[in-house]
């Protein structure tokens, strides 16, 4: 059963930076892609970042390039989200998900809350 379990969400003041994890099992961390999804009250889930299996690989939003970074660290079974300079659309449940894309399996999701 894959399962994936997302930590690293808060409360943040603007421009401020947080670090997602998200530790998975149930499957083989090491040969699958991984994305990130967020979701903002009353809006539709957003695809925002997407990383290869192997990490050499990685996709952007463009409205996050510069501020938003995925990695990973498969000994770890361990995805990440570096998230700098933070603004306040940037608050979301922020959800890993298994592939490259938005439909695969999810976790429960962590909430980012961007406020002064």
């Known amino acids: 059963e894959v399962q994936l379990v997302e930590s690293g969400g808060g409360l943040v003041q603007p421009g401020g930076s947080l670090r997602l994890s998200c530790v998975a099992s149930?499957?083989?961390?090491?040969?699958?892609?991984m994305s990130w999804v967020r979701q903002a009250p009353g809006k539709r889930p957003e695809w925002i970042s997407a990383?290869?299996?192997?990490?050499?690989?990685?996709w952007l939003a463009d409205f996050l390039k510069g501020r938003f970074t995925a990695s990973r660290d498969n000994a770890k079974s361990t995805l990440y989200l570096h998230m700098n300079n933070l603004k306040l659309e940037d608050t979301a449940t922020y959800y890993c998900?298994?592939?490259?894309?938005?439909?695969?399996?999810r976790g429960q999701g962590t909430q980012v809350t961007v406020s002064s």
């Open positions: 998900v298994k592939g490259w894309g938005s439909h695969g399996s």
């Open positions: 149930g499957f083989t961390f090491e040969t699958a892609d």
């Open positions: 990383i290869s299996s192997g990490g050499g690989r990685t």
